[in-house]
């Protein structure tokens, strides 16, 4: 069972930035594409980006498209999610995710859940 640990999360003025980094405990998650997707407060959680394999491809929710930078480091097996321009409403708990495919991830088809980091955006 492969494990997911997401830091970075924590408070931050809106206008701000935050990078939030996905560590994976096993080298195998470069066979793995890997993605991002919140949980804000009373909302139902939703797809943020996704990242390939190779890095080749990302994919992003509409709202974060030019805001949200995502990459990956398969040296050290870590994801990473640059977020900019943050406004209060990305709000959330931001959870790292893989699976075998971008457009799987994207439509929820997850293999591995991390636990979840905190973000709040204040006004």
């Known amino acids: 069972q492969m494990q997911l640990v997401e830091s970075g999360g924590g408070l931050v003025q809106a206008g701000g930035s935050l990078r939030l980094s996905c560590a994976s405990s096993?080298?195998?998650?470069?066979?793995?594409?890997m993605g991002w997707f919140r949980q804000g407060p009373g909302k139902e959680r939703e797809f943020v980006a996704a990242i390939s394999r190779d890095s080749a491809r990302t994919d992003y929710a509409d709202s974060e498209q030019g805001r949200f930078i995502i990459s990956r480091d398969k040296d050290t097996n870590t994801v990473y999610l640059q977020m900019n321009s943050l406004k209060p409403e990305d709000t959330a708990v931001y959870y790292c995710a893989a699976g075998w495919e971008i457009w799987a991830i994207r439509t929820g088809r997850v293999l591995y859940w991390g636990q979840g980091t905190q973000v709040t955006v204040s006004a």
């Open positions: 096993e080298r195998s998650s470069s066979g793995y594409s």
